[in-house]
């Protein structure tokens, strides 16, 4: 029996558009195929060889004549696509509604309560890229110690703050009340802490950004193996999007090499149960950019760093390696995309070049994990266990 699943997301690594993509104006996205093509061809020789180029339909990448791994690709049956309805969808929970978005900016009455709340006006209530937007308000803010309201297309209240005009608690403390109104009727999946330093032409985004997702509707995979009484070490984001249930140890990061190393340093301290992580760098600093090269050099990178991973797994332990939904930096869109994910999974009980094809559901990750961890549920998907052990 399995004793340990790694489960990695690499945060908007899709795997080409869904056949619905026309319904979120996503047609010709395929992040990780148009970012070969960009970059003139990508190289990720230890993802290659756990069967990635080998994936039915995957664009750009090298097949593998001998993959080691088991691999294929999930549509997603949710509607939606943002972190919080992928990681969920993964975990077991299904959203047949999509979350609330705001494509016009938050109604009168949402903002009025918000500012009454807070004690202060606020500025922005747009649509916005996070970057450009405190390009664009960062001296009124600094001026008038305003935070600063947007969204985007997926259901998120952001906002952003100097850390020396709102100081980090503060900040927090507003995600917090922000996070207590915007439920039921005015519902959004996340409240995102976007702090920011520096001075007017060069503010820049830190690391200190926080998350205030809702409770996932549904019981999830980090629940029914807490339950069981197995650890559920939650690296990253991970802590935030599922609000905190079912985790049982959890660390942020700074960016994806650190997400790694506290990879890395959980496989040494966790004995039985789950290491589930989300590297964000691939999303938050280049595809939101549109940034091919950036994100081409992230993946490199992570790819360089998967040996080391590989080399702690124990016998009784099981690697998958993921992603949420996409996020194409080649398309006119900063927004995610309505994406494949792609699905590798390896260990030395798992079968080697094993295609597991288009599964039906993100959720077939989450099923497949409690099946390999031998706990009983009632989590919506298909297993593919029959098909990976040996």
Known sequence: MTKRVVLIVLDSVGAGEMPDA??????????????????GGLRLPNMEKLGLGNIDGIKGIVKAENPIGAYGKCSELS??????TGHWEISGCVLHTALNTYPQGFPKEIISEFEKRIGRKIIGNVVASGTE????????HVKTGCPIIYTSADSVFQIAAHEEVIPLDELYRMCTIAREMLVDDWAVGRIIARPFVGTSGSYTRTSNRRDFALDPFDKTILEYISEAGMSVAAVGKIEDIFNKKGVTDAVHTKNNMDGVDKTLDYMDSIEKGLIFTNLVDFDMQYGHRNDPEGYAKALVDFDNRLPEII??????DVLIITAD???DPTTESTDHSREYIPVLVYGEEIKANTNLGIRKSFADIGK??????????????????????K
């Open 133 to 140: 937007i405190i390009k664009e308000m960062g001296d009124e």
């Open 22 to 39: 026309k319904d979120y104006k996503d047609q010709g996205s395929d992040t990780l195929g148009n970012i070969s093509k960009h970059v």
């Open 79 to 84: 509607k939606g696509k943002d972190t919080v």
């Open 368 to 389: 497949t994990t409690l099946g390999l961890l031998d706990i009983n549920n009632e989590l919506y998907g298909s297993a593919f266990l029959s098909e990976i052990q």
């Open 325 to 327: 939904h996409g996020c």
């Open 311 to 316: 080399a702690k797994l124990k016998k009784d």
